[in-house]
């Protein structure tokens, strides 16, 4: 074998399933046609108005922001043939911020991170009344804040009231609009003096995040290459509730045995295991 050879990557055998990561390639993103339908009509009309989307741990709330900051700008090619792209005219700008990610704990990054994203001007230092300014003076196409676990950022000590509410004010503008992900609806999302923020008081969209409905379940199991059985794909709707998390993992089990070739049915014993740990969704 020479050096070019031994260098080469491995073949990547193509594994349909995405367990554990939020699906952010939207070709791999199913479903949810009532949601962001009810999304993008809100943000179809200026001044942009500000959505919460209510989801247990699993439901799909990160891939669902990942999803609706890219289908717009998603060329149909790099799309399934059935998945739209037209949902709103292209004319936005799209900022996805996850609290989970320590940069976003204090402003100043925050602030940096935001700009940067945009391709504003980031004024030294990059503080709330500078950012404001920037926002102000040069901000004319809208823009779209998705806020990932906002629970997060609201624990972080650097993300004060006076914080939150220059964030309200900027969401008054009409320029900004702010989409939120909770496991609680926002004015139940209280603060150490038991208040909920007054950030909240602009959500007036608020949004359950729900399973998939049948047509989108089996949607998605008919994508993979391998047809299932009627009976197999009945089963793995009724255990998997229909939410997509559970679905990937139960049908990830069954392709495995497939290619595996075996023929019994030890397949579903591990699938229930293996959603175990999920069981708050059922
Ligand atoms: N629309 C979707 N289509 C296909 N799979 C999805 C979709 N939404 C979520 N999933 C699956 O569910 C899992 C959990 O999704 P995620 O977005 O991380 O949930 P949350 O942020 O609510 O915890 C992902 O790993 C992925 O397998
Ligand atoms: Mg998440």
Redesign the pocket.
Known sequence: MNLSESLAPTKIVSNP???????INPR?????EYILKRIFDVWRTTPLQHIAII??????????L??LSRIIDTPAQNLRPNQRNDWIIPCYQWVYIDFQDPRMAYQESLLRYILSKIGLPIPQPCDLVAFTEIIDQYLDIPTIILL??IKAGFNCPDLDDHFWWGMRSLGCGGKLGFLL?AHQPPQEIVQDDGKPSPFFNIFGHVLN?EP?TEEEALD?ISSIPQIFDKKEIQWIIDNSRK???L???ICHSRFTALEEGKKDHSWKIEALQRIKPYRDLL
Do not use: A, C, M
Not at 28 to 32: A, K
Not at 55 to 64: I, M
């Open positions: 399933f995405v367990i554990g990561n939020p699906i791999q993103f199913f479903g949810r989801g247990q741990k699993r439901s799909g709330k990160t891939s669902l990942h999803y990932d676990e992900t995040l998939f998605f939410w997509p998390s679905l990937q993992i």
